[in-house]
């Protein structure tokens, strides 16, 4: 089980663990509402009921149901054997002389269809059967796409949290500068415009506290939007965003490409063009139209039977312009699959290099920077509080500590972002996951 918020950060001093009445409040605000209110539980979500929830209503995916029921009514209409006709003439009446009136007139009632050659109606089907096929690919592919936007954006909130604790920590720093700036003025050993300077840092610091947890509710929105909630019903997410698991060889992940569903939805088109091949070879074959009738002589009061068949000449060399077109399409598809794995080996070498340059980073100033710069800003505070340093020094102290977790904030964003990217590509999570849900896997589709 992974905690709600993850504490980043030790407090510098003491002191720090002091929270007046408006931190206390916009803390409470961070943690909603329902922290204040115990008939209004907390609603954590987790990476797994984001995926799930995106999966079953993304209006995206819906589209895909509705194409498949288009292609199967086509299915349906390809299977059918070619209609037959019915077919009434009537010769010999209302003319001159001898033909004037009725009384010479032939009426013929035929029946006539085509007998299909080569295969076509095999082919028809074999056509759309293949289009639902690639139809299913490209769902897959959508849906990898959706999984990878709700990683980010899910993602995205866990930093946002974070800048929210981190505006609070400034927020903080800010008031406890205050009170040491004022009663360093009541010593008289700091001019007073030292304290109007700390007094709008202060209020910049609540400025900013405001503007992170108004950016945390739109991004709550934005992943709620992915399956259609236009009011989020969860407070926060839960994961943690400084945990980046391992690292695997560049020639591991690349090898896996091949899973991934935009690289075999080459395959299905393939076999799509391949079906389109040979629907356009069946066109060189000759189909056959017969006919059968009654005649019936008005004049003489007598029936006879006719019957006759067509076909048309030279059906092979006139379609031969389109099996040239059909076997080029097909064909064509291999240097697509060609370009695309270029393309995604240039995308994973990326994301690959960038994950690891941001899990340096964010170990770097984890481990070693931030620790660092904490203990800076005790001694420095320390220092002015004797009047050893100047205003400036301390404050430079203190927005140094603050650049370096907000760059620890990023540097852990991005390294997530990263590995998230890795698994749209390879179609697979992490060996040892980064996210909440060590069971989730991005090729559930």
Request: with cysteine; hydrophobic share 40%; proline share 3%.
């Amino acid at each position: 089980m992974f905690q709600k918020y993850k504490v980043l950060f030790t407090s510098t001093r003491k002191r720090c663990a002091y929270k007046n009445r408006r931190f206390l409040f916009s803390l409470l605000f961070l943690l909603g509402s329902s922290a204040v209110n115990a008939a209004t539980p907390e609603k954590l979500l987790t990476l797994s009921d984001a995926i799930r929830f995106s999966l079953a209503e993304n209006p995206s995916l819906k589209v895909f149901s509705l194409r498949d029921v288009a292609l199967q009514g086509q299915l349906q209409t390809a299977n059918l054997k070619p209609a037959y006709e019915l077919g009434v003439a009537t010769e010999n009446f209302a003319g001159t002389g001898g033909f004037n009136g009725i009384g010479s007139a032939e009426l013929t009632v035929s029946l006539s269809s085509t007998i299909e050659m080569g295969g076509k109606r095999e082919a028809r089907a074999g056509l759309y059967s293949q289009s639902r096929s690639h139809l299913q690919a490209q769902r897959q592919i959508e849906s990898l796409e959706l999984l990878g936007e709700v990683t980010r954006r899910y993602i995205e909130i866990l930093a946002a949290q974070q800048r929210v604790i981190l505006a609070t920590q400034a927020a903080e720093l800010a008031e406890m500068t205050l009170r040491v700036v004022k009663k360093r003025t009541k010593a008289g050993s700091t001019p007073e415009a030292e304290v109007k300077r700390a007094q709008a840092a202060e209020a910049q610091s609540q400025l900013a506290l405001l503007s992170g947890q108004q950016q945390l509710r739109y991004l709550k929105v934005a992943l709620a939007a992915l399956w259609g909630e236009t009011s989020p019903s969860f407070t926060s997410v839960s994961g943690d965003l400084f945990n980046f698991g391992q690292d695997v060889d560049f020639e591991v992940l690349y090898a896996k490409i091949e899973k991934n569903p935009a690289i075999q939805v080459f395959a299905t088109q393939e076999r799509l063009k391949d079906a389109e091949v040979r629907l356009a070879k069946t066109e060189s074959t000759s189909d056959i139209n017969w006919s059968v009738g009654v005649r019936q002589f008005q004049e003489m009061n007598d029936t006879a039977i006719t019957a006759g068949f067509s076909m048309p000449l030279f059906s092979s060399k006139r379609n031969s312009g389109a099996v040239s077109a059909a076997l080029a399409s097909r064909n064509e598809v291999f240097v697509q699959k060609e370009v695309a794995l270029l393309n995604m080996h240039t995308q994973l070498f990326r994301a690959f290099s960038n994950r690891q340059q941001a899990i340096i980073s964010a170990q770097k100033l984890q481990n070693e920077i931030v620790p660092a710069l904490e203990e800076a800003l005790s001694e420095t505070q320390q220092a002015y509080e004797r009047g050893r340093y100047s205003y400036l020094e301390y404050v430079s102290a203190r927005h140094e500590l603050l650049i370096a977790r907000q760059t620890l904030i990023e540097s852990a964003a991005a390294a997530l972002t990263y590995g998230a990217d890795i698994e749209q590509l390879t179609a697979e999570p992490l060996p040892a996951s980064q996210y909440p849900d060590p069971k989730r896997s991005t090729t559930n589709f």
